[in-house]
């Protein structure tokens, strides 16, 4: 099947515009007889719910943190970008949509960058109005930075953690309507299925995590904000409840799940210490507009402390490969340049896993207290784990997983190919193409909520008769008997291994043959592997207590299994790309230098993946992406 994405026509300067100027509309009144299920409360779910909030509607939001100012949202370190161009240097929304599309290896939708381009700047407004305190420059002007894959400052930040403040000026907004009676807020409730009655989404099925009990709830649309899968990898940059379950819950019941292969590795992370761990601490990118990236030229080196080895022994290689940006090379090009350096056997630190963050010529240019005002949590946080002071040796980071591209299909209004079925943030898969540029994601989280939700279900609802169907309808029994047969199914079971132990070993499945660099070989072992571990695990899984009371087991038991099938279609999809774009990495397929290779004629689409059953084989539908404003070329950086 040939998907539309329903962009639309015309000029792409005046496509949002007029797009809302067209969509239909629901008057003040009416909607007070809606209801509307947003699942997530982070940037893109917590925005959604208070600006629905604040139209009237009648809002339900669920997290399954204890409260929705602790969603992951809150863990990014970096910035937003917007293309205000306070300093002059020559960004317009033109130029943040070229670099969001370029970023993306030519893998996005152009009418989704564009609109993304074009409400950023509002956000930043609207977040200023939320008091949400922006670094300022000497002036009192809102302050900003570079970021990799741009040569212009259009990131803005806030001192401490970014992510943190933008998650608190949601929150109050959202806090703000739970108040007025508008949104009603329910905590530790993880969504395990979705409702779809006649083909159209009508409610979701929750467990309450603390009791155990089931719940049906019903609503007019649903709205899935719920981030995305790369704890896949088990040991990612994310917070161990980040997961797939509820997208991959959607796919089960008809959502199109769209270029799963596409993941980011995040180039800043410190490297790992030990198996032990399940997550690896994401330090900003931002520290690359400052820091430069080394390894030892000599392998013998590498054993040498760093202050030891000379200048002239020392390989800049990001600006010696990538001399335009060197050190602000995108996300893509500056993880897989790390491990290329580990791979040579010139990683430094324990395992060899680590490249050199330096800031001794930063330092001497400009001062520590300098660069203590512009990333002093990073250094405390930095020091506080390594116990190294990254003033006076250089840092080591390591690539880690961190971010998914892909997700659920939607159209240009953010909804499914499941009607009442809308996608919001990293749920979705448009906007970023194959890569991400660095602080888009939160960038993109708000733009869906504050100004693109608002307008596109309104459209929707006002095709919809409202209270159609309710929570005692047969297909909310049904989801709740099948959710109640899966915990049971977990629980009785009772074999020797935790969830844990068979979570790393799909992660490690998982990063060694579907990770930053794949090949036909390595998928195909991959597709031999994981079901392997699928059968395993419903066999000699052990979850401890009961599914009456809070069972952590339990949940994360619920998350593998959906990462089991999941990660296979991940695999699927890597292997059924014969190029390599942004964050896909195919080594069959790259120049003599070592680049991404894309294939335009053959590859210049969206791959969306529709479920077809347990074992068995998923069904392609295509997107085709099509580029009217901006010309298809070989992406360079240097």
Known sequence: ??????????PIETSWDRHRFESKLVNPANKRKYKVLVVGTGLAGGAAAASLGELGYNVEAFCYQDSARRAHSIAAQGGINAAKNYPNDGDSIYRLFYDTIKGGDFRAREADVWRLAQVSNNIIDQCVAQGVPFAR???????????????VSRTFFARGQTGQQLLLGAYSALSRQVKAGTVKLFVRREMLDLVVVDGVARGITCRNMVTGEIESYWGDAVVLATGGYVNVFYLSTNAMGCSVTAAWKAAKKGAYFANPCYTQIHPTCI??????????????????NDGRCWVPKKKEDCEKPAGQIAEEDRDYYLERKYPSFGNLAPRDIASRAAKEQCDDERGVGPGKRGVYLDFKDSINRLGQATIAERYGNLFEMYEKITDENGYKQPMRIYPAPHYAMGGLWVDYNCMSNVPGLFV???????????????????????????????????????????GQVKADHAEFVKSKEDVKAEMDKLLSINGKKTPSELHRELGKVMWNNVGMARSKESLTEALKVIPQIREEFWNNVKVAGSGEEFNQQLENAGRLADFLEFGELLAKDALHREESCG???????????GEAKRDDENFCYAAAWEFKGAGKEPELHKEPLKFDNVHLAVRSYK
């Open 583 to 593: 964050g896909h990495f195919r080594t069959e397929h790259q120049y003599d230098d």
């Open 137 to 151: 420059d000497y002036a009192g002007y809102l302050d900003n930075r570079s970021f990799g894959g741009a040569q």
């Open 271 to 288: 490297p790992q210490t030990g198996d032990h761990q399940s997550k690896l601490t994401l330090m900003s990118e931002s520290l690359r």
């Open 1 to 10: 099947m040939i998907l539309d994405g329903k962009c639309p026509k015309g």
């Open 424 to 466: 919001l943030g990293e749920a979705n898969f448009s906007v970023h193409g194959a890569n991400r540029l660095g602080a888009s994601a939160l960038m993109q989280g708000l733009a869906d909520g504050y100004f693109v939700i608002p307008y596109t279900i309104g459209g929707y609802l006002a095709t919809v008769k409202p």
